[in-house]
């Protein structure tokens, strides 16, 4: 019984995951018409982290989540920074 479960947890995890992967492209393409195709990166990285923190709180057992969220918020965050403060030189 604990086996079925597991299995449609899985499966729900996977497709929550899949739908907001769908929300990528909407989101990308959104920000690269608004702000430019500089932030269509970042864009997408914290849009990763939101989906990975969706299945990250959708049970217990999926708290390996967290460790890709932060990852890509990290990340998200980093070329969101390199973008919006200029090098000076």
């Known amino acids: 019984m604990n086996t079925q479960i ?3 947890r899985k499966t729900k995890s996977i497709i929550i995951f899949l739908e907001c ?6 989101e990308g393409f959104w920000a690269g018409n ?5 932030v269509v990166g970042p ?3 914290f849009e ?3 989906c990975f923190s969706v299945i990250a709180a959708w049970s217990r057992k999926n708290q ?3 460790l890709p969220a932060g990852l890509f918020t990290t990340i ?3 070329t969101t920074l390199k973008i919006l403060i200029p090098q000076a030189k």
């Open 64 to 66: 390996w989540a967290m």
């Open 34 to 38: 608004r702000f430019g195709n500089d």
């Open 76 to 78: 998200g965050l980093v």
């Open 48 to 50: 990763f982290a939101l």
């Open 21 to 26: 992967s769908s929300s990528w492209q909407a």
């Open 6 to 8: 597991d299995k449609n």
């Open 43 to 45: 864009t997408i990285m």
